[in-house]
């Protein structure tokens, strides 16, 4: 259990059967009356945004979060196989599970998985990760890196807005976070 005057950005809590996650919080105390928490909560697995007032001093369960470290092996159908690095054995999961960063996953790359019980709640990619740029218009003489951006396909299928200079078979370093080109590697 958790009080919420102990609420922080990054608290998990168990709220109507799913985990929410605190972003925001404000304390207040009112002149007149007792003071309340105001928070900002995010479901971990739906996304939702939701605004809550709770008490000063209202206990909560808080969610018991695991998070392990496991290195992607292969793909299956729809299925990825990873292997936990530290019993080594096998876990399966969809792509589903794994969501929109999916595209930057490659084989071999290590990802922590974060579980609530048996269920998985996400996935998390490195910060930024080094792909090779599979298909990219020709860069063209007189192309400078303020000139602009073109569409660039990388290994794992992801598309990324690079600079007109970046030219097929070279190396990128892609913020995962924001979908962004951040240098030649």
Do not use: C
């Not at 105390?29 to 928490?37: I, M, N, Q």
């Not at 792509?95 to 996400?122: C, F, H, P, S, T």
């Amino acid at each position: 259990m958790i009080s919420s005057n102990d609420f922080r950005p990054g608290v998990s809590i168990v709220l109507d059967g799913s985990v929410w996650r605190v972003i925001d919080f404000l304390h207040v105390k009112p002149g007149k009356g007792s003071a309340f928490v105001r928070t900002t909560l995010r479901n971990v697995q739906s996304g939702k945004v939701l605004e809550k007032t709770f008490r000063a001093g209202e206990s909560l369960p808080q969610a018991t979060l695991e998070k392990i470290t496991m290195q992607h092996t292969y793909k299956e159908g729809e299925e990825l196989v990873f292997m936990d690095m530290e019993t080594y054995e096998e876990g399966r999961l969809t792509v589903a599970e794994i969501g929109d960063r999916v595209k930057y996953l490659k084989e071999g790359m290590e990802v922590n998985v974060i579980r609530w019980g048996e269920q998985v709640l996400e996935v998390e990619l490195p910060n930024s990760v080094v792909l090779e740029i599979v298909q990219t218009d020709p860069g063209v003489k007189g192309d400078t890196a303020t000139g602009g951006t073109k569409p660039a396909i990388v290994e794992t299928g992801a598309t990324v807005m690079v600079p007109l200079f970046i030219t097929q078979g070279e190396r990128i370093k892609i913020d995962t976070r924001e979908d962004k080109y951040l240098g030649r590697e």
